[in-house]
């Protein structure tokens, strides 16, 4: 008797699909051999993406066949639910190519930042006995594309409005930038997975993050033992736990635990009354242990309206302990003492906050950010960035041609699609997406095959990753 490697409840790839996609095999002309499909963004938000997250769905979802008893509780399922299962197909799969997909999938490499409405991904069955199958993995390739895309993308145009206000007022931006936007995702997103996904997407660009489960995949899927880094840090519960009375108590143990030579603590800071705990509590009361430890202390508040909260409190800590003018002309504050901003984080309200310390003359140095729900989900979504997946081309077993497939509806010319295999090329002026029967000579297609028949051709580091993103 064979040992299932299956068992119903794990994931399957025959039913990580939406049901229309169920009765599509017996949809397409006759004699088709082989369907050509791609994905991009057809707009929004963004300009310009950072293309990631692709791999990890390889690794961790293809990578495993299929097996008999998969495909009979499929079987059950989808009969049961009322749409036609296409069992001779997956039969074929199994008994032909052990279980993989008959799949080449290509791909631009992951972390290359370039203009939406490029074709990023092409998918192509590889046995014409299977051509329905190209199309049965959009939402599953889709999804997995384009969420921690998505992710990437808008914690790197926030790391671009970080780095341009380091840039003007500070004298090492490049040494501060890497830990200046934070994860504090994981618990504002609808599941587990979304928040590794999101997490590691998010570590593309920089080395802060609370989101452990990102950790694992960045050590499973990208090769990197740690791709990010924490520190000991307070939470409301904590600090209200010793009560209102007893604020200053709860503070000064953070210190007696956490403090020291290099070392870096976050306090939450406004359970009560964040102006009087800066004041009184951190500028006056706690100040000499402050001073002393000789690493830093991150004052968090976490309330009031985040374009003007954190720069009082960064006055107010400048007041208490004083501060350095660097060589641009903007002030410090001592190495002892910093502030992060963790609620009502966005790319508008960063700008803002920066943008208005620069104008009282501090510099972006003063302080860190973390993001939660707004960068793994609240603005996150298929049409943050217009995402699609379309069939291109088609070839039939009675002409050698690929014959080109679109759509052009006369009402939305934004979702007209790309007709034929297409290429993916650098220009003088950045990229280009054509056809790839109008590849340049000598030109590199860079849609490069990343997966075919159940193998993974080519392993990104996260490591390569952010280098690309950085456009070294």
């Known amino acids: 008797m064979t040992k299932t490697t299956w068992k119903p409840g794990d994931h399957s790839v ?5 049901s229309y996609k169920g ?7 006759p004699k088709t051999e082989y369907i050509s499909s791609y994905i991009e963004a057809r707009g929004g938000k963004f300009d310009d993406h950072v293309f990631f ?3 990890m769905y390889l690794k961790r979802y293809l990578a495993r066949p299929i097996t008999i008893e998969e495909i009979d509780y499929a079987e059950q399922m989808w009969t049961a639910h009322g749409v036609p299962f296409n ?4 039969e074929h799969i199994l008994n032909d190519h052990g279980g993989f997909m008959p799949l080449k999938i290509q791909a631009v490499k992951e972390g290359t930042v370039l203009p939406v409405k ?6 192509i069955n590889t046995d014409p006995a299977v051509p329905w199958l190209t199309s049965f993995m959009e939402t599953a390739l889709l999804r997995a ?10 914690s790197w145009t926030v790391k671009q409005i970080i780095r341009k206000y380091l840039n003007k007022t500070c004298e090492n931006p490049e040494a501060e930038l890497p830990f200046k936007l934070h994860d504090f995702g994981a618990r504002g997103v609808s599941s587990a997975e979304s928040a590794a996904l999101g997490g590691i997407a998010h570590m593309v660009n920089f080395l802060g993050s609370d989101t ?13 033992d740690m791709a990010a880094f924490s520190i000991p840090a307070a939470e409301h519960s904590t600090i209200t736990s010793w009560g209102r009375e007893n604020e200053i ?4 143990n953070m210190l007696t635990q956490f403090g020291g030579p290099d070392k870096l603590v976050a306090v939450v800071s406004d359970s009560y009354d964040i102006y009087k705990a800066t004041e009184q509590y951190w500028g006056k009361d706690l100040k000499e242990k402050v001073e002393a430890m000789g690493g830093t202390l991150v004052v968090r508040p976490d309330s009031g309206d985040p374009t003007i909260v954190p720069i009082e409190i960064i006055e107010l800590l400048g007041k208490a302990f004083g501060y350095n003018t660097n060589a641009k002309g903007y002030k410090v504050l001592p190495s002892c003492v910093r502030v992060i901003q963790g609620d009502g984080v966005n790319p508008v309200s960063i700008e803002t906050i920066l943008e208005r310390l620069e104008a009282k003359g501090w510099g972006a140095e003063n302080i860190a950010f973390g993001m939660g729900g707004a960068l793994l989900q609240r603005d996150v979504h298929r049409d943050t960035m217009k995402w699609a997946m379309k069939a291109n081309a088609t070839k039939r077993s009675d002409d050698p041609q690929w014959y080109d497939v679109f759509k052009d509806p006369i009402t939305d010319k934004g979702k007209i699609s790309k007709k034929g295999i297409q290429a993916l090329i650098r220009t003088k002026d950045g990229f280009e997406t054509l056809r790839r029967d109008n590849l340049p000579k000598g030109a590199k297609d860079l849609l490069e095959t990343v997966w075919e028949n159940g193998k993974l051709v080519r392993d990104q580091s996260l490591a390569d990753i952010r280098d690309l993103s950085e456009g070294k």
């Open 14 to 18: 025959l039913l990580d699909v939406d």
């Open 23 to 29: 009765s599509h095999f017996l949809q397409y002309a």
């Open 53 to 55: 997250g692709l791999q």
């Open 87 to 90: 069992r001779a197909g997956w």
């Open 118 to 123: 490029n074709a990023i991904v092409q998918i």
């Open 145 to 154: 594309v384009w969420y921690p895309t998505t992710v990437a993308t808008l």
């Open 212 to 224: 452990v489960g990102a950790l694992q995949h960045a050590r499973t899927f990208y090769g990197e």
């Open 249 to 252: 108590y709860a503070f000064e």
